[in-house]
């Protein structure tokens, strides 16, 4: 893709292909997976209340399994959606610094999201402030509407194509390791903490069908389209703050709870290097604590911050 607009130069056609042609097949199988991670976790509280209700042995222990699989589940998805934020905030708009065994913390965790490479992500982003609701803002749902933004720009080929390579650069800095060591493992990292970690916990309660499918695929799906809110809901409701483009603000504080600050989008976009996105925000905290134990610094604020990319 040129930088400064959607034409593919010949040598890029069979690149743009297939990562298309991979993020395609590896959504479509995702979500029939998560589909089945529901159904066998939902057969598995089933099958506990049937026991319990019939007085059977093991009734009480079948229910618990089954409870300690969706607890763990949702207290993994809620700290890779800290990690994603964390790459948000620290890969993409450096708005604090850090260590490198904390920045290899962060990008192993968002590698489990199966949110695709840290790199392209980053690029994705850096064009979504730069051109913001043009044809190069591939999730744009002021051009192209909810859903598109929500999730299906992940299956049209005009919209799967890599980020301009003004946005795709910074292998050069400091920043980037260990990024670019651990891109190169990047589907070893997806198999262990994506796939096996959830599979081997759920395992020590005799969950392991269900840590497989539930506490990963349905996992993956979940925080995927928590995460999708923000590029969809967070640009069409709520208030708008100048400077902020189509980027909402919103008012209930469940759902900036939910997604752990983003939806203060309206804000962030105005001062889009600046650490904290609103009032509340529990990311903001989180670094602020992580700061209180030295492991996070130089953290920006919003005096005199306009948009400019990410040095690279």
């Excluded at 968002?110 to 044809?135: C, K, M, N």
């Excluded at 190169?184 to 959830?198: H, L, R």
């Excluded at 081997?200 to 999708?228: K, P, Q, Y």
Aim: some cysteine; charged content about 15%.
């Amino acid at each position: 893709m040129s930088d400064t607009g959607g034409v593919l130069r010949g040598a890029e056609k069979p690149r743009t292909h297939a990562l298309h042609l991979g993020w395609a097949t590896w959504f479509t199988a995702e979500l029939i997976l998560a589909t089945a991670g529901l159904v066998v976790e939902w057969l598995a509280f089933q099958r506990a209340i049937e026991m319990i209700l019939l007085s059977t042995p093991g009734g009480w222990g079948s229910f618990f399994s089954a409870l300690g699989t969706l607890v763990f589940m949702l207290c993994y998805a809620r700290v890779q959606l800290y990690s994603i934020t964390l790459v948000h905030r620290y890969f993409t708009h450096r708005s604090f610094e850090t260590y490198w065994w904390v920045r290899a913390i962060i990008i192993a965790l968002f590698h489990s999201t199966l949110e695709g490479l840290v790199i392209l992500w980053r690029g994705w982003h850096l064009q979504h402030h730069a051109v913001p609701d043009t044809a190069l803002d591939i999730h744009s749902p002021v051009l192209y509407g909810w859903w598109h933004a929500q999730i299906f720009w992940m299956w049209k080929k005009d919209f799967i194509q890599p980020p301009g390579y003004k946005y795709m650069g910074g292998s050069h800095r400091p920043w980037y390791n260990p990024l670019k060591v651990m891109e190169k493992y990047y589907w070893w990292i997806v198999a262990f903490m994506g796939f096996a970690f959830p599979t081997v916990i759920c395992s020590l309660w005799g969950e392991w069908e269900a840590g497989l499918l539930f506490a990963s695929f349905t996992r993956a799906v979940m925080v995927r389209n928590l995460t999708g809110l923000i590029n969809s809901s967070a640009h069409m409701w709520g208030e708008t703050v100048e400077g902020g483009g189509s980027a909402r603000n919103t008012a209930w504080k469940f759902f900036i709870w939910l997604v752990v600050g983003e939806p203060n989008h309206a804000t962030h976009h105005k001062h889009p290097n600046y650490y904290r996105f609103g009032e509340y925000d529990p990311a903001a905290d989180l670094i602020e604590n992580m700061a209180k134990l030295g492991i996070a610094y130089d953290l920006k604020g919003p005096s005199g911050l306009t948009y400019a990319r990410t040095p690279v």
